[in-house]
C-alpha cells in the first residue's frame, strides 16, 4: 500500500536531505542556558540574584586572598610587606600565620619531631576499620583490628611498651578463663570469672606486671602528655575515641530499651534522655568541674581523660538512638526465626540481629560521629587547646596579636575537607547498603 | 491413686533463679537494681564527702543574694542590686527567645533550602549545595564566631550616623538604624496606658507615651476574642455549605472582625510609634535588637537551616511519583494535589526529624557565650557560678532547665507522631 | 602508686590518680613536675610561642616555683585554665599553683578557699576609648557601650562604679580579650575595660595606637598575684617565699647574671648570703635544697628582670613600673626580710 502510495506521488522525496543543524537556541551552551537558568521569569531571576551572590562573595574576597602575603615573621611584618607591595589599606591576607603556625593548629604541642606517631596511629586505626567495613578481606586482618586500639593509645601517649602488652594480656585471661572453667563451674560461672578475673588481673597484676619487665628489659618510646595534644588532632582523638569507646555502651544501651525488663528498660531511657536533653557544653562543664565532686575524695583524672570520659557518654546515648533505629529496621521475622530456631537471647543477638542491625547503622555512626568532631570545638570553653583554642592562643603572642580571619578561614577549610569526605563516605555506605538488601 | 491425679508441686529450688526463664527475669531486674542503687549511693556518698572536705554546703540560698553584675538584655525588669535568681530568670527567657526566634527562621530557610535545592536551575542548585554542605560540614562555633564578627566589622558604627557629614543615615524613613551594634527599630508605646507605668516623653516636646504588660494583655485579649468570633462565622458558613449547597462569602465579616476591634482599642489607648534618635554614644528608644542576639540567631537559622533543607528535600523525594500521577488521574488541580495528597505525607516524614532538629537548635543555643550573648548558661551557669563558687547547685539547676525544655518538646513531638501514625495491622 | 599505674594501664592516658593529700610538695616531687595554671594566653603574662614553650610575666612566676623545687625551670606542666575553670582545676588539686593574673579579694581568699601568697603585679581597672571620641573621663561615658571580659572582677568592678556615680551604660560581655580587642576596634563598643595593664598591653599592638588614649580613672585595686589551696601551709610558704626571693633579689641586686657568682662564695652582705644559701639554713626550713632561691632567680632572673623582659618599658607591651616599682624606688613591690 505505502509503495503504490510512493510511486503514484510524484511529490514524495526520496532522497534523505542532509541533515541541519538544529536551531541555535537548541543546542550548546545556549539551550543549556534556556533550560537550566532562564526557564522561566522567576526562574530568571533566580538565577540573576544568584550570581549576584556569587559576584559579590568573589569582589569582596577575592583580592584579599589573592593579595594573600605567605612569608613573614609577624604581623607588623606583615603589613609592612602589604604596605610596600600593594599600598596602605589595600586588603591582603596575611597566611604567614598559617606558614608559621600550621603545625600547631594541626597538632597541638605535640613535639615536632614525633608528628609520625599520631598519623602512623591513625594509619593503624583506619588499618584496623578495613576488615570490618570491607567483609571480603581476608579474616586474618582482624587481629589487626583488635590490636589497633592499644597500638593507637600507645603511639599516641608513648611510654612503655610493656604496658599496652600487660594490658592484653588481660584479654587473654579473661579468654582462658572462660574457656577453661566453664566445663569445671557451668557457662554462668564461666562468664563472670571472665568478666571479674581480667578485673582483677589489671587491678592488682597489670601495673607491677608492665613495671617489672620494663625493669628487666627497657623497651619504649618518648612519653607524652595529654596537654601536649590539640589543634586537630585533640578533636580527632577525643572524637575517634569516644566513638569506639561509646559502640559497645550504644549497643547495651539500645538493647536495653528494647527490652521487656521493666526496671532495665527504664533506666536505660532515664540514661538516654537526660543525656540527650542537656547541652554537651553543659556536660563539657560538669566534667571539668563536678567529676571530682562525684569521684571518690583525692581521685584527680587528666582533664582530657574527664573529656573522654564525658563524651563517650553523651556519644553512648546518640549511638543508643541510632542502632535503636538498626534494630527496629530489621523485620519481624528475623526475631521469630531466631527464636524457632531455639537460640537464646543472647545468642539470638550476637549471631542474627545484632549484625544486621550494626550494618545498618554504619552510615548513622559515621554522622553521628561527625557531629562529635564537630561538637569537640566546644572544649575550647574548658581550657583544652583545640583548634580554635590555639587559634586564640596564637593570638595572644606579641607576634599574631590582632590576626583574625586567616586562622578561621583555615580552620574552617580543614574542618569542611574531614567532615565532607566523611559524609560522601557515608552516603556511599548508604547507598551500597541499600543494594546489598534488595 | 491421688498421687497420679495430683502430681506434686514442683519445689521451688535456688537455681531456677537462674535457669527458669520465668524467675529469670525478676532475678536480673533485682540485681541491675541493686547495682544502680548502689551507683547512685556511691556517687551521692562521694559528693558529700567531697563537700565536706571542701568545707562547702548544698543550699540555693545564694539564689537570693544580690547578683551585682549587670545583664544588656533584659526581657523583664532587672538591675545589679537583684537577686541571682532574677539573673538566671532574666538568662531563661533570652534563651527561650533566641530558640523561638531560631526555629521560626530556620524551618523558613530551611523548606525554602530545601526546595530550591531540587530545582532544576543549575546555579540556584549549586548555591543551594554549597550553602547546605557548607553549614553542615563546619563546626557552629566556627560559624557563630565568624558571623558575629562579619557584623562587627561590615555594619557602619553609630557615630557615623552622627553630625552634618554623616556617612549613614537611618533607613525607613528614619525608623530603622543598622549599626554593628545591632539593629534599632521603633517600639510601640501608648499615651492613654492602663499599665500604671508612668508616662515619659520619648523626645523633649513630644507626648508622654508608656506602655506595659496591662496594655498587650488586653490587644492580646481582644484579638482572641475577635478570633473566636471568626471561628463562629466560619462555623456557621460550613452549616449553610451543607444545608444549602452554597458557601456565603465571609471573608469581608472575617477580615473585619480581625481588625476593627483591634483597631478601636488601639485608638483609645492612644497607639504611638516611637523611633529611635541617635543620643550621645548610642540609639536611644525603640527596640534595640543586639549583635549578639542578631549574630546567635543567624548562625542558628542558618546552621539548622541547612540541616532542615535536607530534611525537606527527603521528605519531598520520599512521597512516590504514583501518588502525584493518582491524584492527577482522579482529575485534580496540581495545587489540591499538593495540598491534599503530597504534602500530608511529606509532612510525615519530614516532622519528626524536623522537632529534633529544634530540639538541636535550643541546645546549641547554650553557645551564646562565644557571642556574649546573656542566655540562662552565661548567667546562672557563667557568672553567677563563677562569683559565688556554687558550681554543684548551678549546675544541677542548669542541666534541670535544658532537660525539661528537651522534654516538653520532645513531648510535643511524640504527641504528633502517635497523631499521624500509619494506621496499620 | 599501684593504683596510678591501673589506670594508666586502662587509659595508658599517661597521667591519672594522683592523691590530693594534704603535703603537695610531696605530690609535686613524685610528679617530678608542677602543675601550675595559666591562661589560655594573654599577651606579655602567657602564652606558648612557635615551639610550644610558654613564655610571659605569669609564666616566669611558675617557672622560678619549679626551680626552686627541682632546680630545673622547665619541671612546669603549663595546665590553661579559663576565667571560669581557674577556680574548680586549684580546688580540685589539678593544678598545684595558680598563677593567672587573679585578683586578691575576700571572698576569694575565704569564701571560695583558697590562699593568695603574694601580689606580683599590683593593677587597677581602666578605661580605653577613642581618641576621636573626645571623651576626657570614665563620668563622660553616660549611655555608652562597655566592653568587658566575662568571669572576672572586672564585671562586678563596672556595675559599681556605673552605678555609684549614677550613669547608665550598656555592657558586651565578651570571652577573651583577643576577642574583646577585636569588637573594640570596629567599633562596636565605644570604651574597653579591663585591667590597666591588659588596656596598655593591647593598645601596644594596635595598628594605630596613637589613635586610642587610657582614661585618667582606675575604678578598682586589682592585686594580682599567684594562690594556693588553703589547707596546706607548707607549700603555700614555698610559693610565697619563691615570690618573695625573686623580689628580694632585685632590692639586694642579685640578677640572674650575678647570681652564680654571689653564691659561690659568702658575700659581705649577710642578707645575700641567707637567700643564697651560702649561709644559715632558710632551705631546709621549708623543705627545699639550700640553694632553692638561686634556682629560683636563674631560672628567669629576679623580679626586675621578669617585668622588663616580659612586660617592661623595651618590650611592645611597654608597661612602666609604677606601683610595681621596688618600694625604695615609690613603688608597692616589697617583700618581707630573709632571716
Not at chain 1, 296 to 313: A, Y
Request: proline share 5%; hydrophobic share 50%; net charge neutral.
Amino acid at each position: 500500500m505505502s509503495d503504490t502510495h510512493a510511486h503514484s506521488a510524484s511529490y514524495v522525496r526520496d532522497k534523505m536531505l542532509p541533515e541541519q543543524a538544529p536551531p541555535v537556541t537548541q543546542v550548546g551552551a545556549i539551550k543549556w542556558l534556556r533550560e537550566n537558568l532562564f526557564a522561566g521569569p522567576l526562574n530568571s531571576i533566580l538565577t540573576l540574584i544568584s550570581i549576584y551572590i556569587v559576584y559579590w562573595v568573589v569582589i569582596h574576597i577575592g583580592p584579599w586572598i589573592m593579595n594573600g602575603i605567605w612569608e613573614a615573621d609577624n604581623l607588623n611584618g606583615c603589613r609592612a610587606i602589604r604596605n610596600e607591595i600593594y599600598g596602605e589599606g589595600v586588603p591582603a591576607a596575611c597566611f604567614a600565620v598559617l606558614t608559621d603556625r600550621w603545625h600547631q593548629l594541626v597538632f597541638g604541642y605535640y613535639p615536632s619531631a614525633l608528628y609520625w606517631r599520631p598519623i602512623l596511629a591513625l594509619l593503624l586505626f583506619g588499618g584496623g576499620l578495613a576488615p570490618i567495613l570491607f567483609p571480603n578481606l581476608p579474616r586474618r586482618l582482624y587481629i589487626l583490628s583488635a590490636s589497633a586500639p592499644l597500638l593507637c593509645i600507645w603511639l599516641l601517649w608513648g611510654g612503655s611498651i610493656w604496658m599496652p602488652i600487660s594490658v592484653a594480656v588481660g584479654f587473654f585471661v579473661g579468654y582462658a578463663a572462660f574457656k577453661y572453667l566453664t566445663p569445671v563451674v557451668g557457662s554462668l560461672g564461666g562468664t563472670i570469672a571472665a568478666v571479674l578475673l581480667p578485673i582483677l588481673y589489671w587491678l592488682l597484676l597489670a601495673g607491677p606486671l608492665a613495671g617489672g619487665l620494663q625493669d628487666v628489659l627497657p623497651l619504649g618510646i618518648q612519653a607524652v602528655q595529654s596537654r601536649a595534644f590539640g589543634g586537630f588532632l585533640l578533636a580527632l582523638v577525643i572524637g575517634l575515641a569516644a566513638i569506639v569507646l561509646s559502640l559497645p555502651l550504644g549497643i547495651l544501651l539500645a538493647l536495653g530499651r528494647q527490652s521487656d525488663l521493666f526496671i532495665i528498660k527504664t533506666s536505660c531511657v532515664i540514661f538516654i534522655e537526660v543525656i540527650r536533653g542537656v547541652p554537651l557544653i553543659v556536660w563539657l562543664l560538669t566534667a571539668q568541674t563536678l567529676l571530682n565532686y562525684f569521684l571518690p575524695p583525692g581521685t584527680n583524672f587528666d582533664l582530657m581523660l574527664r573529656v573522654i570520659i564525658m563524651v563517650t557518654l553523651f556519644a553512648s546515648a546518640y549511638i543508643a538512638e541510632v542502632i535503636r533505629g538498626g534494630l527496629a529496621a530489621l523485620p519481624k521475622g528475623q526475631y521469630e526465626a531466631a527464636d524457632a530456631l531455639g537460640l537464646d537471647y543472647w545468642k539470638a543477638m550476637q549471631l542474627i540481629i545484632l549484625p544486621q542491625a550494626l550494618k545498618i547503622s554504619i552510615p548513622g555512626i559515621v554522622n553521628t560521629f561527625i557531629g562529635l568532631f564537630k561538637d569537640t570545638t566546644l572544649v575550647l570553653f574548658i581550657g583544652l587547646l583545640d583548634s580554635l583554642g590555639v587559634a586564640n592562643a596564637i593570638r595572644s603572642t606579641t607576634d599574631w596579636n590582632g590576626i583574625y580571619w586567616e586562622l578561621f578561614l583555615f580552620i574552617g577549610v580543614m574542618f569542611f575537607i574531614s567532615c565532607f569526605s566523611m559524609g560522601r563516605y557515608s552516603l556511599y555506605l548508604e547507598k551500597k547498603l541499600q543494594r546489598e538488601h534488595r | 491413686m491421688s498421687t497420679l491425679t495430683d502430681p506434686p508441686k514442683p519445689a521451688f529450688r535456688l537455681s531456677q533463679l537462674i535457669y527458669d526463664t520465668r524467675y529469670r527475669s525478676i532475678t536480673i531486674q533485682v540485681v541491675a537494681l541493686i547495682l544502680i542503687l548502689a551507683a547512685l549511693y556511691w556517687l551521692v556518698n562521694n559528693t558529700l564527702d567531697n563537700l565536706a572536705r571542701l568545707g562547702k554546703d548544698f543550699n540555693y540560698g545564694f539564689l537570693s543574694n544580690p547578683a551585682g553584675y549587670d545583664i544588656n538584655q533584659r526581657l523583664i525588669e532587672y538591675n545589679n542590686q537583684m537577686s541571682h535568681g532574677r539573673a538566671a530568670l532574666v538568662g531563661i527567657l533570652n534563651t527561650l527567645l533566641v530558640a523561638f526566634l531560631g526555629c521560626v527562621t530556620a524551618t523558613v530557610l530551611g523548606v525554602i533550602a530545601g526546595v530550591l535545592r531540587l530545582s532544576k536551575n543549575w546555579v540556584v542548585n549549586k548555591l543551594m549545595a554549597v550553602y547546605v554542605e557548607g553549614f553542615r560540614n563546619v563546626p557552629l562555633l566556627l560559624w557563630i564566631i565568624l558571623i558575629f564578627a562579619i557584623m562587627t566589622e561590615s555594619m557602619p558604627q553609630p557615630r557615623e550616623f552622627r553630625g552634618e557629614e554623616a556617612t549613614q543615615s537611618m533607613l525607613l524613613g528614619d525608623n530603622v538604624a543598622i549599626t554593628n551594634r545591632g539593629i534599632w527599630i521603633p517600639r510601640l508605646a501608648f499615651t492613654n496606658s492602663i499599665s500604671g507605668n508612668e508616662a515619659v516623653a520619648p523626645v523633649e516636646d513630644a507626648v508622654p507615651v508608656a506602655s506595659g504588660a496591662a496594655d498587650w494583655l488586653l490587644i492580646l485579649g481582644v484579638l482572641a476574642a475577635s478570633l473566636i468570633a471568626i471561628r463562629f462565622v466560619r462555623r456557621r458558613a460550613d452549616r449553610i455549605q451543607e444545608a444549602t449547597g452554597d458557601r456565603p462569602k465571609t471573608w469581608y465579616i472575617q477580615l473585619g472582625l480581625l481588625i476593627v476591634p483591634v483597631g478601636i482599642v488601639f485608638v483609645i489607648l492612644g497607639l504611638t510609634i516611637v523611633s529611635p534618635y541617635l543620643r550621645g554614644f548610642n540609639f536611644a528608644e525603640g527596640i534595640h535588637l543586639r549583635n549578639s542576639l542578631i549574630a546567635l540567631w543567624i548562625a542558628l537559622s542558618l546552621y539548622t537551616g541547612a540541616f532542615i533543607a535536607e530534611i525537606v528535600r527527603a521528605g519531598i523525594l520520599a512521597v512516590s511519583k504514583g501518588q502525584t500521577e493518582a491524584a492527577f488521574a482522579l482529575g485534580l488541580q496540581p495545587a489540591r494535589t499538593m495540598n491534599l495528597v503530597v504534602l500530608p505525607q511529606a509532612m510525615r516524614v519530614i516532622i519528626p526529624p524536623l522537632i529534633s532538629q529544634f530540639l538541636n537548635l535550643t541546645k546549641n543555643s547554650s553557645l551564646a557565650i562565644a557571642v556574649g550573648y546573656m542566655d540562662v548558661r552565661a548567667t546562672l551557669g557563667g557568672i553567677t557560678i563563677n562569683q559565688t563558687g556554687r558550681e554543684l547547685e548551678g549546675m544541677l539547676l542548669l542541666g534541670a532547665f535544658y532537660l525539661t525544655l528537651s522534654l516538653i518538646i520532645s513531648g510535643a513531638m511524640n504527641f504528633y507522631n502517635t497523631r499521624t501514625q500509619l494506621k496499620e495491622r | 602508686m599501684k593504683r596510678t599505674v591501673l589506670f594508666g594501664a586502662l587509659t595508658i592516658a599517661g597521667l591519672a590518680a594522683s592523691a590530693a593529700s594534704a603535703a603537695t610538695l610531696d605530690d609535686v616531687k613524685a610528679r617530678g613536675t608542677l602543675n601550675c595554671g595559666v591562661t589560655t594566653g594573654l599577651v606579655g603574662f602567657a602564652a606558648p610561642d612557635a615551639n610550644g614553650v610558654w613564655t610571659g610575666f605569669d609564666v616566669g612566676v611558675c617557672r622560678a616555683v619549679a626551680a626552686a623545687i627541682f632546680g630545673d625551670p622547665t619541671a612546669v606542666e603549663f595546665v590553661p585554665t579559663t576565667g571560669q575553670t581557674r577556680f574548680t582545676a586549684l580546688a580540685s588539686g589539678e593544678i598545684d599553683l595558680l598563677a593567672r593574673n587573679t585578683t586578691w579579694t575576700f571572698s576569694r581568699d575565704t569564701d571560695l578557699k583558697f590562699e593568695f601568697v603574694g601580689v606580683n603585679y599590683y593593677d587597677g581597672q581602666g578605661f580605653m576609648v577613642p581618641k576621636a571620641l573626645g571623651v576626657s573621663s570614665a563620668k563622660d561615658l553616660d549611655g555608652a557601650t562597655v566592653c568587658i571580659q566575662t568571669g572576672t572582677t572586672t564585671e562586678l568592678n563596672l556595675a559599681d562604679f556605673f552605678r555609684t556615680n549614677n550613669i547608665s551604660y550598656e555592657p558586651v560581655p565578651i570571652e577573651t580579650n583577643a576577642e574583646a580587642q577585636q569588637q573594640y576596634l570596629a567599633g562596636a563598643c565605644d570604651v574597653y575595660t579591663t585591667d590597666a595593664s591588659g588596656l596598655a598591653s593591647t593598645r601596644a599592638t594596635f595598628e594605630a595606637p596613637d589613635e586610642h588614649v587610657l582614661l585618667p580613672e582606675i575604678i578598682s585595686k586589682e592585686p594580682l598575684g599567684p594562690l594556693v589551696r588553703h589547707g596546706d601551709s607548707d607549700w603555700g610558704d614555698i610559693a610565697r617565699w619563691t615570690l618573695n626571693a625573686l623580689i628580694s633579689a632585685e632590692e639586694l641586686g642579685v640578677t640572674s647574671a650575678n647570681v652564680e657568682e654571689l653564691s659561690a662564695a659568702a658575700t659581705d652582705n649577710p642578707e645575700v648570703n641567707r637567700l643564697l644559701g651560702t649561709e644559715g639554713e632558710l632551705g631546709a626550713m621549708i623543705g627545699l635544697e639550700a640553694d632553692w632561691a638561686k634556682n629560683a632567680i636563674m631560672a628567669g632572673g629576679n623580679y626586675g628582670e621578669l617585668f622588663e623582659k616580659n612586660i617592661g618599658e623595651n618590650t611592645p607591651i611597654g608597661l612602666a613600673r609604677g606601683l610595681n616599682a621596688m618600694w625604695t624606688e615609690g613603688g608597692l613591690i616589697y617583700s618581707p626580710p630573709f632571716r
